[in-house]
């Protein structure tokens, strides 16, 4: 089957899943020459089984809020593929949350996990429930609710979740406490623990740490560095936060972070004190990025999520990483960057960009990650969290950090071997889809068909 052919079938069986065929798209066509190299994968049908998940629950998740209210929301589990270890991959809370969107997040699960090194499979899950807004109390309710279903599912050995948006330690802890009970057992099932009860330290930092690491990789390659950089951040949860601290530490300038309501454009860039507020403020107050200008009087822009850009994008930088939600990059706002001489972009958020916006900086000869390789420090790390569990073993933070750093490296390096070999040099998205393709290829032909 040729891709033109096998696009059309992937289409034909997920028909309302834009986000899952939007991934699908962007892995079939860029793998494509690998099976010139391997026809035995084709014959095999390997990408046709990745596509289809090896399992999907869904579930009820019914539970009262703090005035006795009943609510029902639908959880989810989506179990990709575990031809190289455990199902691994985050819970996401967001109301845009549904089978299209977690389908395509396990998918890039599968790459992004192959390309870390640490042995794990592909896996992601979450529910359409708002945290915004709730009690701290109503949030326990739902946790454990989900709970009470999802703990059927999962297990340290053969599934184990982490965060996403809208699940962060406080989650995770409520999670982990509704599993123990019910299982009876204290074990590695979660990843992002606090670190009295199994966290890793690193583990809260490593997917924005990760973000810059790989960055400054792919600028060191080309003799540069991030040091004297301007950099737009987008987001300012615990992706942003972190790549944020990671661009001052390296002595870049961020200027922007943001939220689903608007913008901050801060000028003389956000320092480590600056950033302390922004931690407060999201991750303890819960507030909105707007009070940031408020209180260091700088510039902030509503944004409208219908509108054809986003005027983040529009403002002058040389390194852009966009660290929110899918989609919030397309062509567009591709060009605006691009315009203002925009040398890097590096996703943290998973498939931030559109296929339009990816094309316009590949053609314009723009550093560009995909987020599956440059945002894989988070999950690398839950991995060594992992690894520590089993071990019983706590590692100190200068050791996770030094194999956060070299994982990173590591990727780096493979995704561009294999964009080189398979005659796209300099092209990490090519590189890294088909780094990480060859891999659970290779266990998957091993394995028989299954
Ligand atoms: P958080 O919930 O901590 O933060 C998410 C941020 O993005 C918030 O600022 C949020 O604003 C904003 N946001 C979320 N949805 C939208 C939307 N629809 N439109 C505009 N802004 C939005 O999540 P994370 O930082 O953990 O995750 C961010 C991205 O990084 C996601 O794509 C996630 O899949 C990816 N990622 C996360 C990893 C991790 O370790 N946490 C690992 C690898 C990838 P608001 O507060 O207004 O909702």
Redesign the pocket.
């Known amino acids: 089957m040729n891709t033109a052919e096998l696009l059309a079938q992937v289409r034909q069986r997920n028909p309302h899943e834009p986000e899952f065929l939007q991934a699908a798209q962007e892995v079939i066509e860029s793998i494509a020459p690998v099976f010139e190299k391997h026809p035995e994968f084709a014959r095999l049908k390997i990408l046709e089984r990745m596509l289809e998940p090896e399992r999907m629950i869904s579930f009820r998740v019914t539970w009262q809020d703090d005035r006795g209210e009943v609510h029902v929301n639908r959880g989810y589990r989506v179990q990709m593929n575990s031809a190289i270890g455990p199902y691994k991959g985050?819970l996401?809370f967001?109301p845009?949350v549904n089978a299209s969107v977690l389908k395509f997040?396990a998918f890039e699960q599968i790459f992004k996990n192959a390309l870390t090194g640490v042995p794990m499979g592909g896996g992601k899950g979450g529910s359409d429930f708002d945290p915004?807004g709730k009690s701290d109390n109503e949030v326990m309710h739902f946790c454990q609710a989900f709970m009470s279903e999802l703990a059927r599912h999962i297990s340290h050995r053969m599934d184990v979740p982490?965060?996403?948006?809208?699940?962060?330690a406080r989650e995770i802890g409520y999670m982990f406490g509704a599993y123990k009970k019910i299982k009876n057992e204290f074990t590695g099932v979660f990843t992002g623990k606090g670190i009295g009860w199994g966290g890793s330290l690193i583990r809260t930092e490593?997917?924005g740490y990760g973000l810059i690491y790989f960055a400054e990789n792919m600028l060191q390659a080309k003799g540069d560095s991030i040091k004297g950089k301007t950099c737009l951040v987008?987001?300012?949860?615990?992706?942003?936060q972190y790549a944020i601290e990671k661009i001052i530490h390296l002595g870049g300038k961020a200027v922007t972070a943001?939220?689903?309501?608007g913008f901050i454009y801060d000028e003389n860039g956000i320092t480590q004190e600056k950033l302390e507020f922004i931690k407060d403020l999201?991750n303890n107050r819960r507030g909105?990025?707007q009070e940031y200008a408020e209180k260091f009087t700088c510039s902030y822009t509503a944004t409208d999520?219908n509108a054809d850009h986003n005027p983040l994008w529009s403002v002058p930088a040389q390194c852009a990483f966009p660290?929110?939600?899918?989609n919030?990059l397309n062509g567009k706002d591709a060009k605006n960057l691009i315009q203002n001489g925009v040398k890097l972009v590096a996703e943290?958020?998973?498939m931030?960009t559109t296929i339009e916006g990816i094309n316009a900086f590949i053609d314009q000869g723009v550093l560009y990650a995909p987020?599956k390789a440059s945002?894989a420090g988070?999950?690398a790390t839950s991995g060594l969290e992992m690894t520590q569990n089993y071990m019983g073993a706590n590692w100190s933070r200068e050791e996770v950090d030094a194999r956060l750093r070299s994982i990173m490296k590591d990727i780096h390096e493979a995704s561009l071997k294999a964009a080189q070999k398979f005659g796209k040099p300099d092209n990490y998205l090519v590189g890294a889809n088909i780094a990480g393709f060859i891999k659970v290829a290779n266990a998957m032909q091993a394995q028989g068909v299954i």
């Open positions: 985050g996401r967001h845009s997040l915004k982490a965060g996403d948006i809208g699940v962060g490593a997917t987008s987001g300012s949860g615990n992706v942003a943001s939220d689903s309501n999201k909105r990025i999520p660290c929110a939600t899918q919030e943290g958020a998973n931030p987020g945002n988070g999950v």
